[in-house]
């Protein structure tokens, strides 16, 4: 006993001596980066001539203890990029920060880490974008899920809206239908609806369907994020940035063709080179051209993207980026809308695949299409000041305009025709012309340090915010009568299912006869308005374990009003300041592994206008409290997210019940729910992501005695279904003759979906469903092809919100690609 107990006083009195030798030295520690902003794990960083050295994780982060005083050269080396120093100079019990960007980019850092066995490769552990300073996922207190364009190549996905399947918790609601403005695809996320209008951490709208081809990673930042973002690329569910793809210093790049099910026809190229010989100026151009028709008898896309970008370093200190997105496109496809002021009572089902549809005619003439095209601009100056400050200047330029008809069918109830058998087997044709444009310019300085006051670690952003958007769009509808009301858009009846004598009747002549003939009702929802923002972020290390974050937005919102060139008077003018508050606090209970985390978080919305009182309306407001799990463990093998989140939303204008026409603001949303994300690597070659969310919405005050049509209470059609998930399992055999080849499987759940949803309208959804896909894939270092089969079950099943919409069935994919 009494030799135990000596031993362990020795063993003490040693680890003491040697901690408080260790505080006597100094420190180095930092963050190695690739070339295109993301972290770079497995690196060698090394002061030279001392033996001293450490390998960064997967965050990118290293950091050597125990250092005497000197003046150091630190080296960073890995496989495959040229090695990178700097001087450092080490003092007596001080920590030093030195950063590093090694210049070969993240797909060229993908095969580096394969051939090293470190293939948990759709887990992407950085989220500077997301949080405006250099976070790892494990020291954010916000649920984030990440695709990666590795995920996206991998499962053949061309459009965003399509990789969103991957995150849990996002459903699609709309297709994109390409209207100026507003014709992006639409999403629900924590019960609410969200567009895709983030680039890069600041506006990026695209009004129509989005190409992945520039596209480096998703990031589906979750809740209320007015605080950092501001509230015109938000919701309350969170928002959706596209992070790009940037240039890297070699010549490489790839072309892939595919080729499938409805006459699919795609070809893309991502092209990059340096321009001179110091290899200070960079170029990558991404490209892609696809056309595809529709699963029905009608219906078709054709799409070109053109994105360009150009990085040029002045120096060790200053740097540009520049790029460019040039999307066009045409395209029409079924749309199914609900008719207006009617009961779902009258449709003798509330399950919209029980009504009597042919599922596979599309009621259109592809005469009748509109055309759309985004030309959006961006610019970013980078300035390195000191070891610990850095100022950024990011601009972007948005723009989208849309000409052309889009055509839309109305389910119209028997008894409207005086049927008397229950149901609705009739489709009324109606189209509009929403021709004009829109466009919006931000200009964000950020002020960016990383540095420690009184030993603790700030990584502080201060930001300065400028938005301006204008928009001149004419929705142009002919006026017709029906059942004895004037009615927007009718054109003419056709039987939902059968037969149909003036089915291709419906085309672009005969509507722009009636163009011509007909009366005609102009609806401009026309906006122009400024915004002028100043946020503030910190990130404090109270240790190297827990992390508090906090941060406020002041937003002064400025609506210019309509002009009114007939009357020349503009209307609607008014002014709102808004201020969102942002606190979360993580702490890591197994360092470097596992975190646990809570938040609080803010969104708001302008809204104008004046009460029953006179009194102007203040912002809307909403309010999450989150908590939960972050895990990056067993050597990153496995990475994940699991939370709890209550979110609130007040101050919702609604009709006022003591008197007519008059609203009050004191409306209230409730959304609560759980989300979960695992992406994992058990074992070399395997790759899995399954996600899981459930959704609880509903209004708690909204209606004035049913003045809202009975909504209290009820789950908003806004919601999407309840409960989703995802799941996606990957084999690549790493190793042997076989080496590339590789099979996938996975697929999504979606439980039912309220399309309508109140007392006085009804209740109908789309049902549950499941969507099966699967892949094989042979992939080289030089070459890709990959075979797909999507919705294997032939699932034939519907989303929509207010709109009911039929998606693909059964489909197939072939893709070839070439890299060089």
């Known amino acids: 006993m009494k030799i135990t107990l000596h031993v362990q006083l020795f063993v003490t009195l040693i680890l003491t001596s040697l901690a408080v030798f260790a505080q006597q030295n100094g420190v180095v520690r930092g963050t190695v980066l690739t070339s295109d902003g993301n972290p770079a794990p497995y690196v060698s960083v090394v002061l030279t001539g001392t033996g001293q050295g450490a390998v960064t994780n997967t965050g990118g982060e290293y950091k050597i203890s125990n250092v005497k005083p000197g003046n150091y050269i630190l080296k960073a080396t890995a496989v495959g990029a040229n090695s990178e120093t700097q001087s450092v100079a080490v003092k007596l019990g001080e920590t030093v920060t030195a950063n590093f960007n090694i210049t070969y980019n993240s797909a060229q850092l993908q095969e580096v880490n394969i051939k090293a066995g470190h293939t948990n490769k759709f887990a992407v552990k950085k989220t500077d974008a997301s949080a405006k300073m250099p976070l790892r996922n494990l020291e954010n207190p916000q649920n984030i899920s990440i695709i990666s364009g590795d995920l996206l190549a991998e499962q053949q996905l ?327 009301q004037q009615t927007p858009d009718f054109f003419d009846l056709v039987p939902a299912t059968g037969p149909a004598p003036n089915y291709n009747d419906f085309n672009e002549d005969k509507v722009s006869t009636l163009y011509g003939t007909k009366p ?63 606190f979360g606090l993580i702490y890591q209970v197994v360092k470097d592994q596992v975190s646990v985390f809570g938040n609080y978080q803010n969104g708001f919305t302008n809204k104008t206008g004046v009460d029953y009182e006179g009194k102007s309306f203040k912002p809307e407001e909403a309010n999450q409290l989150e908590g939960g799990v972050k895990l990056d463990a067993f050597g990153g093998k496995l990475s994940g997210t699991f939370s709890y989140y209550n979110i609130k939303v007040k101050d919702i204008v609604r009709p006022y019940a003591q008197i007519p026409n008059q609203n009050i603001q004191d409306g209230t949303q409730l959304s609560k729910g759980f989300e979960a994300e695992i992406v994992a690597n058990p074992i070399n ?68 979906n309220y399309l309508v949803n109140s007392v006085a309208a009804g209740k109908i959804y789309a049902p549950a469903y499941i969507v099966i896909n699967s892949s094989i894939f042979y992939d080289l270092k030089k070459f890709r092809i990959t075979f797909s089969a999507n919705n294997i079950g032939n699932e034939k099943y519907w989303t929509g919100y207010s709109t009911f919409n039929s998606q693909a069935p059964r489909n197939f994919i072939v893709g070839a690609g070439l890299k060089f």
Do not use: C
């Open 158 to 484: 061309f459009r965003v809206e399509d990789a969103l399947k991957n995150a849990p918790g996002v459903h699609k609601m709309w297709d994109a239908v390409g209207r100026a403005g507003i014709g992006g695809p639409i999403f629900s996320q924590r019960g609410f609806i969200t567009n895709i209008k983030a680039r890069n951490g600041i506006s990026g709208n695209v009004a129509s369907s989005i190409d992945a081809v520039n596209i480096e990673r998703i990031e589906v930042i979750k809740g209320p994020s007015a605080t950092l973002f501001g509230n015109t690329i938000t919701s309350y569910g969170g928002l959706i940035n596209r992070v790009m793809k940037t240039p890297y210093d070699s010549l490489g790049g790839r072309i892939d063709y595919s080729t499938g099910s409805f006459g699919l026809n795609r070809i893309s190229a991502d092209v990059n080179t340096p321009l001179n010989a110091d290899k200070s100026v960079l170029v990558r151009v991404n490209s892609a051209y696809t056309t595809q028709h529709s699963f029905r008898d009608a219906g078709f896309s054709k799409s070109f993207a053109f994105a360009p970008s150009l990085s040029y370093k002045v120096n060790d200190k200053l740097n540009f980026n520049l790029d460019a997105e040039i999307f066009s496109g045409k395209a029409n496809d079924f749309m199914g809308v609900f008719f207006y002021g009617n009961t779902v009572a009258n449709l003798g089902t509330d399950r919209i695949d029980e009504i009597n549809i042919d599922y596979d005619k599309a009621f259109i003439n592809n005469s009748l299409y509109n055309k759309s095209e985004n030309i959006n601009l961006f610019g970013a100056m980078n300035y390195q000041i000191n070891n610990d400050w850095k100022l950024q200047t990011n601009v972007s330029v948005t723009n989208s305009s849309s000409e052309g008809r889009t055509p839309y069918l109305m389910l119209v109830p028997n008894a409207l025709l005086g049927i008397a058998t229950p149901g609705a087997d009739n489709l009324a044709r109606m189209v509009w012309s929403p021709n004009g444009s829109d466009h919006a310019i931000e200009i964000q300085p950020l002020l960016q340090g990383d540095f420690k006051i009184g030993g603790m670690r700030n990584r502080l952003t201060v930001g300065l915010d400028y938005f301006k958007y204008k928009s001149n769009i004419s929705y142009e509808r002919f006026i017709n009568v029906f059942g004895g």
């Open 520 to 582: 005609l009702l102009n609806y401009e929802p026309n906006s122009n308005t400024n915004t002028y923002s100043a946020f503030m972020f910190d990130a404090l290390n109270i240790t190297d374990k827990l992390i508090a974050l906090a941060g406020i937005r002041i937003d002064r919102f400025f609506n210019r009003g309509i002009y009114n060139a007939t009357t020349d008077i503009t209307s609607d003018n008014y002014a709102q300041t808004a201020f969102s508050p942002k």
């Open 685 to 752: 070659g395997l790759n899995i992501i399954a996600g899981y969310a459930y959704n609880d919405s509903k209004y708690e005050k909204i209606d004035a005695d049913g003045a809202s049509g009975g909504l209290n209470g009820l789950r908003p059609e806004t919601s999407g279904p309840t409960h989703l998930s995802n799941l996606y399992i990957s084999y690549r055999i790493p190793f042997g003759l076989a080496e590339g080849l590789g099979i996938s499987f996975g697929g999504n759940y979606a439980s039912k």
